[in-house]
């Protein structure tokens, strides 16, 4: 053992770490993945729920052109998610991960309630579409400093050999914001008249929003600080979270962005966009569509803690470069085959081979991303970076697919999505295996490291990757 292990500890380092034993990583567990699937369920229930109410914020004209409003309103949320990233990334590294967690919910509640309640066309004229477009600003700030908030607290605050198993809830409870809204949307269109809806039953699933984000602000109150950011609260928060900083670890943002490149393209071809494939190219009926997409990404909320765990064994590594190699190859034939299939089954088995594949990414991304940075640019460097890229090329997929589909050659995006994955695998088998980089000084010293803040992520990354 080096003799610097006999060291006194710092004052900082001699109080127990919070949220240690089984009870607090469970409240940790709770805490940042409900919150973060109430954060997708709002994000996610403007684009279902648009086809409702696009009419009483943008009366006449044709239903195309009252869409292409509401859609060009949610486009704007992508657009804010990199100043997201940034204002709360910054802020997670300088004043804590549960401040910022608890500041993102709360944003959240405030843009859904504002929604529920904005005036229609008819009682307040363009009030009502000014009041959405403030909500969708809201929207974009809070996901955009969520996921780095989420990721990096979610990480921290796991055992150090189950990182890879807690991060992957932060994918189980994206996707269940994705269900959920799938489900509100199916229980409203059973309940309620399409006449109903388009009046006011689309305020319904932003008011349960708004409540769900108050019930989670409570619970993330009760959150404890990771230990890897209390060591680092005696440092001064000027220290933190800067771009100066970040620049820095310009190598490692610049690997976060290369890394989300081929993964996000994947995730929303396979999960936003494969329903309006089906029922556009295919020809499925909506309802079975729909049936097809809620089936397979239950069952891909399943895979994602089985895969993080298998990655807390064998690395991260492996399944990145499983990911890149199952997307590169499989993403034409199965688009293709899904492009001619007309019935539940076959569908739905093409589209779990796909989101299978999918899942050796979205299980570990962001324990891999955290493991990357030292504590007091974490966040920062997890948010802006992964924001950056998924506004570049996640938030375009659709839009992208649409392009080819339009100019008749569907089939070139299927090979631009296995393109994007060829680059992220360059990536990938390049980059280190993070599995057993130190994120705090406490882990370091186990290390028989000086227990200094730059022997933690960044210096452990260098040692494995010399190993």
């Known amino acids: ?19 240690d034993g089984r009870a607090g990583r469970r409240l940790a567990l709770v805490g940042g993945s409900l919150g973060n699937l109430v954060e997708w369920y709002d994000w996610f229930v403007y684009a279902s729920f648009a086809v409702y109410f696009a009419e009483s914020f ?15 309103i949610f486009a704007v949320g992508f657009l804010m998610r990199p100043v997201g990233g940034w204002v709360l990334g910054r802020a997670a590294d300088r004043h804590g991960r549960k401040s910022a967690l608890t500041l993102t919910v709360a944003m959240m509640s405030v843009a859904a309630l504002l929604i529920a309640v904005a005036p229609s066309h008819a009682r307040a004229g363009w009030l009502g579409a000014l009041v959405l477009l403030v909500a969708r600003l809201l929207q974009g700030l809070s996901i955009g400093g969520e996921y780095a908030a989420s990721a990096t607290y979610l990480t921290e605050a796991s055992a150090r050999d189950r990182r890879g198993l807690g991060s992957s809830f932060q994918y189980v409870s994206m996707t269940g914001g994705q269900l959920l809204g799938l489900a509100v949307l199916i229980a409203l269109q059973h309940l309620l008249t399409e006449r109903q809806l388009t009046d006011w039953g689309w305020r319904v699933p932003f008011v349960l929003g708004a409540v769900l984000a108050v019930v989670v602000l409570w619970i993330r109150r009760s959150l404890e600080e990771t230990e890897a950011f209390a060591e680092e609260a005696a440092e001064p928060a000027a220290a933190r979270g800067s771009l100066a900083l970040l620049w820095q670890y310009r190598r490692q943002a610049l690997l976060v962005m290369a890394l989300t490149l081929g993964g996000t393209v994947a995730y929303y071809t396979y999960t936003t966009y494969l329903t309006k494939y089906l029922i556009g190219s295919a020809g499925m009926a909506k309802t079975t569509a729909t049936l097809v997409s809620f089936t397979a990404l239950a069952v891909f909320a399943l895979l994602q803690p089985l895969a993080g ?8 590594r492996p399944l990145l470069i499983t990911f890149a190699v199952g997307c590169s190859v499989c993403t ?5 085959a899904l492009g001619s299939v007309t019935t539940y089954w076959p569908a739905l088995g093409l589209s779990l081979i796909a989101l299978t594949v999918v899942t050796g990414y979205t299980s570990i991304n962001a324990a891999v991303k955290a493991e990357l940075f030292p504590t007091r640019v974490r966040a920062l460097g997890v948010a802006l970076p992964y924001a950056l890229a998924n506004a570049l090329f996640g938030g375009t997929a659709e839009y992208v697919a649409l392009w080819f589909k339009d100019a008749g050659h569907e089939s070139a995006f299927f090979w631009y999505v296995s393109g994007c994955a060829l680059v992220s695998l360059v990536v990938y088998v390049l980059m280190p295996d993070t599995r057993a980089v ?10 028989g490291v000086r227990a200094e803040p730059d022997t933690t992520a960044e210096a452990s990354s260098e040692r494995t990757g010399r190993q």
């Open 1 to 19: 053992m080096s003799s610097h292990a006999a060291m006194p500890p710092h004052p900082a380092e001699a109080q127990p770490p919070p949220g």
């Open 58 to 72: 943008f009366p006449g004209g044709n239903p195309t052109t009252r869409l292409r409003n509401t859609a060009g």
């Open 309 to 316: 765990a298998l990655s807390d064994r064998v690395g991260r």
């Open 332 to 336: 034409y034939p199965v688009m293709t």
């Open 438 to 447: 130190a994120l705090s000084r406490a882990e370091a010293r186990d290390d």
